[in-house]
């Protein structure tokens, strides 16, 4: 798995992100059976830098925890076999990884709703790692049935990497 992280903000955290999101997506890639080694964008950005994108890709003026962009088009959830449909779309040419997609992160959000939700701030962005990389495997949360698939597995990933909701 390479992780591209770039950190606009320059806000610091209490453990890596890169090493984290590494974890995290090595983790929901396991589970999701992904045949490939990987690759994903991470930009970490403010509250006011994820409204823009939000309003610029979505149409939605509005401040949001995280934004995922698949690089891939799934005929079903986590179906990898779409990218040898275009092998030159989906895979990179130097490193011969799979393009998923990219992941946008408000680091004021992962702050606010760790506070919120009463669990650490590492808690939180591994949570919205592993709900984005769901989204870049082909996952979506548009009915009730969908949404509960999504939270199952995000909570069976994080419980295995011992990431829980108590504050650490």
């Known amino acids: 798995m390479t992780v591209c992280l770039e950190n606009e903000t320059g806000a610091e955290f209490p453990f890596s992100p890169l090493e984290l999101t590494k974890q995290v997506a090595d983790a929901v890639l396991e589970a999701e059976g992904c045949p490939y080694e990987a690759q994903v964008e991470l930009l970490i950005t403010d509250s006011e830098g994820i409204r823009s994108f939000n309003r610029q890709y979505r149409g939605v003026d509005a401040q949001t925890d ?67 990389m769901l989204h870049l495997c ?24 011992g990431i829980t909701r108590d504050v650490e």
Request: hydrophobic share 45%.
């Open 66 to 132: 995280v934004l995922s962009f698949p690089g891939l088009s799934f005929e079903r959830e986590a179906g990898f076999e779409v990218a040898e449909e275009s092998v030159a779309d989906c895979f990179d040419p130097d490193s011969g990884q799979l393009l998923l997609g990219q992941i946008i992160l408000s680091a004021d959000r992962v702050v606010q709703q760790a506070a919120a939700y009463g669990h650490s701030v590492r808690r939180e962005f591994a949570f919205l790692v592993a709900h984005s």
């Open 138 to 161: 082909g996952y979506d949360h548009e009915t009730a049935e969908e949404a509960a698939v999504m939270e199952e597995k995000q909570e069976r990933i994080l419980a295995s990497l």
